[in-house]
């Protein structure tokens, strides 16, 4: 019969890589002379390791501690599918305690790791309209699919690209994405036309306005309408990022530089 002993050398034994998440000094120099790849995945290179990916946000999950810093990883070319990976993790306070074998899949690759590092907007931001948008597409309006449209990030030229529709309900408002509240009114005023602008630091701009940028030369998938083509062109004319709740599928789709960068169905995250 197997030994525990046992049963833990064959969870690391060839591995492809290890990746440490935000480990001390002290234990980041165990693992260097160790034969295999190291990787640390922390918010800051603290340790000075040789490969590094920064995690962007301090995802208190630890499934999705993994998931983001593989997908860094990988965008960075240093894991690919295939590769064996063990996680070395902190699930409880007080440093390293879980070692988590996981196989790299292309499902990992979902580009969200790209939108929460590398978009203008602070990290945190995009997360917290992202969340919205899923949430919106998981259990729509009142039990109906809603469409929704947000533009995060560059609020002062997307305004200067845009017009509204109707009154602004945030004109005079110091509101920000994130704070509960403020999340069911962005749910409830989903069910009008037009985008909500979100700036860089979170704040809710505006709702309810038309974005009036040039579409030529913006290519989106076919049968992606006047939403996601606006929402890829105003992206493409500033330094936002568009994050997009389509009605008539129920995915939720993004937008950088005028190109689709992430599809994801909200019953499948």
Not at 236 to 254: F, P
Request: hydrophobic residues 40%.
């Amino acid at each position: 019969m197997a030994s525990l002993t046992d049963h833990l050398a064959d969870l690391v034994s060839d591995v492809d890589a290890a990746l440490l998440f935000s480990p001390t000094s002290s234990f980041y120099d165990r693992f260097a002379d160790d034969g295999v790849e190291v990787v640390v995945v922390a918010p800051d290179n603290d340790v000075d390791a040789e490969t590094f990916v920064e995690l962007p946000l301090p995802f208190d999950n630890v499934k999705d501690r993994i998931r983001f810093g593989i997908e860094g990883a990988m965008d960075e070319g240093l894991l690919a599918e295939g590769d064996e990976v063990a996680c070395v993790a902190s699930v409880f306070d007080g440093g390293s305690d879980a070692v988590i074998r996981v196989t790299v899949d292309e499902g990992i690759h979902t580009g969200i790791y790209d939108l929460f590092a590398n978009s203008r907007a602070e990290p945190s931001v995009i997360r917290d309209v992202f969340e919205v948008a899923i949430e919106l597409g998981q259990k729509g309006q009142k039990g109906k699919p809603v469409g929704a449209l947000f533009v995060v990030g560059d609020a002062g030229k997307v305004m200067n690209k845009s017009r509204p529709l109707s009154y602004n309900p945030f004109e005079k408002s110091h509101v920000h994405v994130g704070d509960p509240i403020v999340n069911v009114m962005l749910k409830e005023f989903s069910r009008l036309d037009g985008a909500f602008v979100v700036s860089d630091s979170g704040k809710i701009v505006s709702a309810y306005r038309y974005l009036e940028p040039a579409a030529e030369g913006v290519d989106i998938p076919k049968g992606l309408g006047a939403r996601h083509m606006s929402g890829a062109a105003i992206t493409r004319d500033t330094n936002s990022t568009s994050i997009v709740l389509s009605e008539s599928d129920g995915l939720v789709r993004a937008f950088k530089a005028g190109e689709l960068v992430l599809e994801i169905d909200p019953e499948e995250y």
